[in-house]
């Protein structure tokens, strides 16, 4: 039986990207990082960007497009977004040669890759999440959502991985010396999700076969590792489940791959 491999390359508002991968095929969740970048990460996690089948954009925000076109040309990878995104980034001029479109609510397939993704509250112009099902595991990523809408907490729920935003905390927000209309755009409904609105998900999204846990996009002024899995271990040891495996998205280095085979009920992480 195969594994799915879950390497998250970076994440938080100077770069994302995660990446989904067996031992022949991936795919790549946003490309938020430079192309020397991401692929100096992917060699560093031991995964060869040649297997890369599709970049998937959730939004067009810099953080998550910025190395997408010459990674995708250099490669020769198609890049997936609805119409309303990949249009916004072809009039910027972001955009590899091999374009594909996706529909949010629509399932499609890259290689044994089954793909839905969700629409999601941010401010961009069709911005979407991704439930990912290969080798029987089924992976959400949100990371960008201003709030959990009833839509993400449906497609996010029952999920063996889930990847979701731990943006900031409200206080730290508030209190930081960030200009008035970032902090109204942040703690906006179309803005990021705040550390007590994941950790109140949590609960809802949480399924017997929950095994994996990453939160992401943390903010660096208004936020911190320590914060998070400290509220998280809290959160999951009041679920009952601490045998869920608890990363904290990282903005300069990869995490551990986390791999995944659904007959094998222990994680392999390296
Ligand atoms: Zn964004
Ligand atoms: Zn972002």
Redesign the pocket.
Known sequence: MKSLGITVLGSGSRGNSILLHSADEGILIDAGFSRKEIIARMLKSNVSPEIIKAILIS?E?G??ISGAKLLADNFGIPTYGTSETLKHLHVYEKLGRDVRIFESGSVFNVGSFEIRPFSVP?D?ADPVGFVVTCQRVKVGIAT?MGHLSALCLKRLSGCDALIIESNHDVEMQKNSERAMHLKRRVLGKHGHLNNDDAMSALPHLISRNTRFLCLSHLSSECNSQELVRKLAENKLAELNRPDILLSIADQLIPLPTVWMNPSEPELCVF
């Open positions: 939004h925000h953080d998550h941010h961009a960008d």
